[in-house]
């Protein structure tokens, strides 16, 4: 017999022995509904958020509500939807980057959640993987399926497609991936906006794992918990923290004032292979306040091809400063800004303007977002 | 959307700054040759010099220093012409370094024999030229040249630096394929040609600060959020900053009216979320964006209305004071949206 939904628990050690029966079970459902479709299959699903504010500052949705358990960092998630409640698991253990288990259908969950991001003062966002990011990521395993995905949103001319969406399955997918990568035409759009790999810390065990654009894991085999909490560790802890906390560190800017004042930090900067052919337009959508840039601000137009913006990021309500040339976007981050913005513009840039850029600090650094 | 045009002034600080800071903008010229950037508008108090004259500090633009030679290189950004009395100040800096050793600063020097250099960084060469055939100019002169992109040095008054090195860092012309202001979005030359812009920056820093706090906390003075997030307008007259702070003051006032003095500029009581968009006043935060970047460039163009007219009537500077309103009937009277904000 097999989990619809997760059962209520009390603390951590409840959570984990309940999604230990959860993977266990996913793979034995697997076995017997070979025939279904990826789609109709209940994954358990662990979503990334990145939070900027404590849980009780925040103002879910009312037929959302957060339950104690024993422990601090862990909360249940009750979901009311037409009468059916169900309970996801949220662990706050590392409060910067909370972790959403869920057996709720993706559709579902993942309304839920952006509802929770996007539409309140919730200070919360999505963990923003790139193209090159999850290229990164999944170097060094077998790929047993990935998405790409492009949206030529700003109809940039100096792309030769409208949008593109490829979903390949295979026993191991590297090589096809890079082949796409590289190809003089498919390359032009080949974003990765998810992969599916197997990952595996010791010889007995196992979870299959995808990760996606906008932080999302969907668990679709494995063999215990622990295999996915070291997954799981290895992804945040051990890439994207490190990249946003480098971000915060090293590549915001500030003043410290003296009898004259010096200037600490470095600008960022997205370098484009593709140019931008329409500047005017990218600037005016990527400021209009909504998913999934959440950019609000004033445009000012220096020349055709200089645009600088003053943004006024709606995650955390913080302002920065772009400016904008048809190979190149420069991000001035005032010091305190959240490092989770760039990664959002960056990830978004990729998969809407070229999935080619890179983004740069200093001169000596291509940071490994 | 405005359109900007950031004064050379500006733009030869930021240049400045990539010619001493980590960047892969304009290959960093001074940094890897040994002269990171360390100071901008350094206060240098100028006691010895002239002891008649009133006490005022040389404010050269940037700062770069070589611990290995304890020797330091200020250069002034020039988008006109050059001021004698500045150049006077500077050379007695330079033939005094206890001036310098005796404040303040980051500059990483010692005592003895230290080696100081000033350098003009200028966009109109013609200018510095001209100027020359009245007031000779005692420093170096390193030209911008937009047109061509590139950065050099013009020996047009056979004047070098007096360390080598920097002699040989300005050698062969620097590509300058680009200058990105956002270090120093706006200097204290640009209040008189862009004031919206300014005013729109600072309206920025509001609601950045207005939104961390609690409800009824006050947000820091302007003058306070100015000065930590663009410190280079300390060097600006006076006059001009009280100017941007009212202008401000009054906008603020005006589209955020509060009783409450302890509340003031609070802009959480304003703003709401619903159905995933921000409103502040009734609109959506674009639309309010919008129409208050409208109001400003209508508010400016009505500014320099009545300073011409006024300046025609021969008024004295005091009588050019009356700052003209935004029009806040057109600002609030067209569609904004029927919302209940409680």
Known sequence: MGYEILP?????????????????????????KEEETAQQRKYLKALIIESNSPINKITPDPNIVFLPTSDDDIKLLQLTRKNNISY???????????????????????????????????????????????????????????????????????????????????????????NLLSNEY??????????????????????????????????????????????????????YKPIVEQIE????????????????????????????????????????????????????????????????????????????????IFINLPKGSCGNSALRLFALCQERIDPKATLRGDGYATIAA | MQLLQPSDHTILLNLGIFLGHPNDVISPCLLQGGYPLEELSLKIPTPGYKPSSPERAAVPDLGYSS????????????????????SERFQYIQNNPNTLVAIRNNLDIVSKNLNIDFGLLCTDIEKIKQNHNQTAIPFPVIFYDKKNKNLRYDDFNAITFRNNRISEIFSSPLYVPRVPILFIPFGPT???????????????????????????????????????????????????????????????????????????????????????????RKMTLRKFLERLESALIDFEYNRRQTK???????????????????????????????????
């Not at chain 1, 709720?104 to 790139?130: C, G, M, P, Q």
């Not at chain 1, 949206?151 to 090589?175: C, G, H, V, Y």
């Not at chain 2, 050019?320 to 029927?338: Q, R, S, T, W």
Request: net charge negative; with cysteine; charged share 25%.
């Open chain 1, 8 to 32: 209520k628990i009390t603390s951590r050690k409840q959570m984990y022995s309940e999604l230990d029966l959860a993977i266990n079970n996913i793979s034995q459902e697997k076995e017997k």
């Open chain 1, 88 to 178: 996801s698991y949220l662990d706050m253990l590392d409060p910067r980057f909370w972790i959403l288990y869920s057996l709720d259908t993706s559709e579902d969950i993942k309304r839920e959640v952006k509802h929770l991001i996007v539409k309140n003062n919730s200070r919360l966002d999505y963990a923003w993987f790139s193209s090159t990011m999850l290229q990164k990521i999944s170097s060094g395993y077998s790929k047993t399926s990935f998405s790409m995905k492009f949206q030529n949103t700003f109809e940039n001319e100096n792309i030769p497609m409208k949008k593109l969406a490829i979903r390949l399955w295979a026993e191991d997918a590297s090589k096809i991936i890079d």
């Open chain 1, 186 to 239: 498919i390359g032009k759009g080949a974003c990765v906006s998810n992969i599916e790999i197997e990952h595996r810390s010791r010889q007995d065990s196992f979870v299959k794992t995808r990760l996606s654009m906008e932080g999302s894991i969907n668990i679709s085999n494995g063999t215990s918990i622990d295999e996915f909490l070291d997954y799981q560790h290895t992804i945040v802890q051990g890439h």
């Open chain 1, 249 to 328: 560190r090293d590549f915001t800017t500030n003043f410290s004032l003296n009898e004259g004042f010096s200037l600490n930090g470095s600008l960022l900067s997205i370098k484009l292979q593709q140019k931008i052919s329409n500047i005017e337009r990218v600037v005016n959508d990527i400021l209009k306040g909504i998913h999934p840039f959440r950019f609000v601000g004033f445009a000012n137009k220096i020349s055709d091809d200089d645009y600088l913006l003053n943004v006024l990021d709606l995650h955390t309500f913080s302002h920065f400063d772009l400016e904008i040339y048809p190979d190149e």
């Open chain 2, 67 to 86: 611990s290995e030679n304890n020797a330091v290189l200020f250069l002034e950004a020039k988008g006109g012409g050059t001021d004698a009395n500045q």
């Open chain 2, 190 to 280: 640009e209040f008189n040609e862009n004031m919206p812009y300014i005013v729109k920056n600072i309206l920025m820093l509001v609601f950045e600060a207005s939104q961390n706090l609690k409800k009824f906390d006050r947000v820091p003075s302007i003058e306070e959020l100015l000065l930590i997030r663009f410190p280079m307008l300390n060097t600006m007259g006076k006059e001009e900053f009280d100017q941007i702070v009212t202008i401000t003051n009054t906008v603020l006032e005006r589209l955020f009216p509060d009783d409450s003095i302890a509340s003031k500029y609070n802009l959480q009581r304003y703003v709401i979320h619903k159905k995933g968009k921000v409103y502040l």
């Open chain 2, 308 to 342: 011409q007219v006024t300046l025609s009537f021969n008024f004295s500077q005091q009588d050019v004071l009356p700052i003209p309103e935004i029009n806040f009937e057109k600002f609030f009277g067209l569609d904004a949206i029927d919302f209940d904000e409680n």
